[in-house]
């Protein structure tokens, strides 16, 4: 068995040009689909950045009464969920809010928003808000401005507002009375997500605590980012058990679309790869079948020297075996450096969209290839290769 082996891999090198040929073909084609799955990977991290680092954060904790109306009067005590998290060691941060809604309300107009009372230092480590506000257009509560109010580009455009504009806001506090107060815009930020920009603005927890009638260790929502993403199911867990009367929910079960994001991406990803191979080993099955036919003489020769038939077809699957990997390794690595090249420019795709249109997701794309699409690259190609090589050697042996 050891001289097949042998055999088939010094045949690769015989015919040079033949075999040169070949690689190229399924070096090129791996490179194609390696480097299309790791555009769509790195659109997938975009969306999970999007909603994960400025929206949902890794995991929440409410109230068990506390619900998408915001109850100002459903509230926690910061002191015991604190010394809770400080118990459990793969929590890194943890940002305590107060969430109500608002009615914001200027000269020209109102608009209905969810409140979101945050500490800078917190939010900061656990959102990346604060990253999405220009140089011109105000701060994250680090100016002198007295009640701050943080909202949309979005929002300012229908309140017809500017940094330092005043805002009447108007809320609900747990006895059911209405409080006004008037806010100054403070700063101006701007997500990739329309809905969450439409209705999403934050101000400091001390500003809008005197306001809600209740006590001032009363949190609504505790935001939480863990050491390692992967530990998020197993931090609920533990958080669950630890807080009974609390509601602990995860990323994918508080915008439950990226998790179906999640499991389809991996679904498409693979049929994708599937499809794509199987049209390239279609389009090399000539190619195959001629550099195989051309070679009667040679299987001739080597059947009267008493190489049986079979051998001979285990010695043309090994060849084009060998001449896979060393393709696939080739096609790997022109996509690894491309990924490595523009993992850190990226790669804007806005040309695509609308220049206005925002979908949840940044137009800039920073590829990147992990170890499932290796596997199943490794395990395709090879595979279908030998799939397409079977009817040359069968004609062969004939």
């Known amino acids: 068995m050891k001289i097949i082996y042998k055999m088939a891999f010094r045949n690769i090198f015989r015919k040079k040009g033949r075999s040169g040929l ?3 073909i ?3 084609g791996v490179f194609a689909a390696s480097f299309g799955v790791s555009l769509s990977n790195g659109w997938s991290e975009s969306v999970y950045r999007e909603h994960i680092d400025m929206q949902t954060s890794q995991l929440q904790i409410h109230a068990n009464k506390f619900s998408d109306a915001n109850e100002v009067a459903e509230f926690m005590d910061k002191s015991v969920v604190q010394e809770t998290l ?3 060691d793969e929590v890194v941060y943890a940002s305590y809010r107060l969430k109500t809604n608002a009615l914001l ?9 969810i409140l979101i009372g945050v500490d800078r230092d917190e939010e900061i480590k656990v959102s990346s808000i604060h990253s999405t506000i220009g140089s011109d257009d105000g701060n994250f509560f680090e100016s002198d401005i007295v009640r701050p109010i943080v909202i949309s580009k979005s929002s300012a455009e229908r309140l017809n507002a500017g940094i330092n504009s005043k805002i009447i806001l108007s809320l609900q506090d747990s006895s059911g009375e209405i409080q006004r107060t008037m806010f100054r815009v403070g700063g101006l930020y701007q997500t990739n997500s329309t809905r969450f920009d439409n209705t999403t603005a934050f101000v400091k927890k001390s500003d809008l605590i005197p306001y809600l009638n209740i006590p001032e260790e009363a ?6 980012v863990v050491k390692d993403f992967r530990q998020c199911d197993e931090v609920k867990h533990k958080l669950s058990q630890l807080l009974p009367r609390h509601d602990i929910k995860k990323w994918d079960e508080l915008y439950p679309l990226l998790h179906l994001i999640n499991a389809w991406h991996g679904i498409a990803t693979f049929l994708f790869l599937l499809l794509f191979f199987i049209a390239l080993g279609v389009s090399t099955t000539n190619f195959m079948m001629m550099s195989v036919l051309e070679r009667k003489g040679e299987f001739r020769m080597l059947n009267k020297v008493g190489m049986a038939g079979n051998r001979i077809g285990l010695m043309i699957i090994m060849e084009t075996l060998f001449t896979t990997l060393i393709a696939i390794s080739i096609g790997l690595l022109l996509c690894v450096l491309a990924a490595e090249t523009f993992s850190k420019s990226g ?11 925002r979908h949840g997701y940044s137009t800039v794309i920073y590829p990147t290839i992990n170890n499932r699409d290796f596997v199943h690259i490794f395990v395709l190609v090879p595979a279908i290769s030998i799939i397409a090589t079977l009817s040359p050697i069968k004609k062969v042996l004939k």
């Open 22 to 24: 070949i690689i190229i």
């Open 86 to 88: 400080s118990a459990v």
């Open 105 to 113: 309300s200027t000269a020209y107009t109102s608009v209905g928003l």
């Open 219 to 224: 949190i609504h929502e505790v935001a939480i």
């Open 347 to 357: 790669i804007d795709i806005k040309f695509l969209f609308d220049n206005n249109s």
């Open 26 to 28: 399924i070096a090129l």
